[in-house]
């Protein structure tokens, strides 16, 4: 199985911030790596795909990058309705796994 | 637009049995390979179980593998989850969630939740 590794596992930020949160996987998984947020209460949202990829009607303040083991989420000038948890998601191989979540705090 | 309702969650007992339902509508569903994913309460996500666009094929999480079983009925445009031998580790919300391709294994759309509790 692979397991991906996420850090911080929290972050205390203020508005206009940037965040930059990683995650590591235990073997190489290419660009099969996604990212979601999921705000209190809520369902999980797709942010980024393919380590890289935007999705269409995600701020473009949030961008993706990475390949292999390491990859990272930027979220440039962080907003007040930012505040949520965070997962990354391997689509590499099964079983399908995420990230352990990191929870940003305004 | 897209949406997937679950239904089908509650209090049942250990050992007992129960099953999920999704209903999907926004998109053809019979184009798109369509996932259980859970979440115990106050932890993070895990994926439980995937089906083919066609049914065809199907993977488990190997927490359920042998307990669990996903199926859809393309007429109906519904996914369902059949839960038996439930545990008290397997509470939490269960949500589904649309493939973005046929096998793509990437979640872009999910319902609400259905909160599933094992407790006697």
């Known amino acids: 199985e692979i397991v991906l590794t996420q850090s911080p596992d929290f972050q205390s930020v203020t508005p206009k911030e940037k965040v930059i949160i990683t995650c590591r996987a235990s073997?190489?998984?290419?660009?099969?790596l996604h990212w979601y947020q999921q705000k209190p209460d809520q369902s999980p949202k797709l942010l980024i795909k393919y380590a890289s990829q935007s999705i269409s009607g995600v701020p473009s303040r949030f961008s993706g990058s990475g390949s292999g083991t390491d990859f990272t989420l930027t979220i440039n000038s962080l907003e007040v309705e930012d505040a949520a948890t965070y997962y990354c998601?391997?689509?590499?191989?099964?079983?399908?796994?995420f990230g352990q979540g990191t929870k940003v705090e305004i | 637009q897209v949406q997937l309702v679950e239904s089908g969650g509650g209090v049942v007992q250990p050992g007992g049995s129960l099953r999920l339902s999704c209903a999907a509508s926004?998109?053809?569903?019979?184009?798109?390979?369509i996932h259980w994913v859970r979440q115990a309460p106050g932890k993070g996500l895990e994926w439980v179980a995937f089906?083919?666009?066609?049914?065809?094929?199907?993977y488990y999480a190997d927490s359920v593998k042998g307990r669990f079983i996903i199926s859809r009925d393309n007429s109906k445009n519904t996914l369902y989850l059949q839960m038996n031998s439930l545990r008290p580790d397997d509470t939490g919300v269960y949500y589904c969630?649309?493939?973005?391709?046929?096998?793509?294994?990437?979640?872009?759309?999910w319902g609400q939740g259905s909160l599933v509790t094992v407790s006697s």
């Open positions: 089906i083919f666009y066609d049914g065809s094929n199907e």
């Open positions: 073997q190489s998984i290419d660009n099969g």
């Open positions: 969630a649309k493939d973005w391709g046929e096998r793509a294994i990437i979640f872009d759309y």
């Open positions: 926004g998109f053809t569903f019979n184009d798109y390979g």
């Open positions: 998601h391997q689509s590499y191989n099964p079983p399908w796994t």
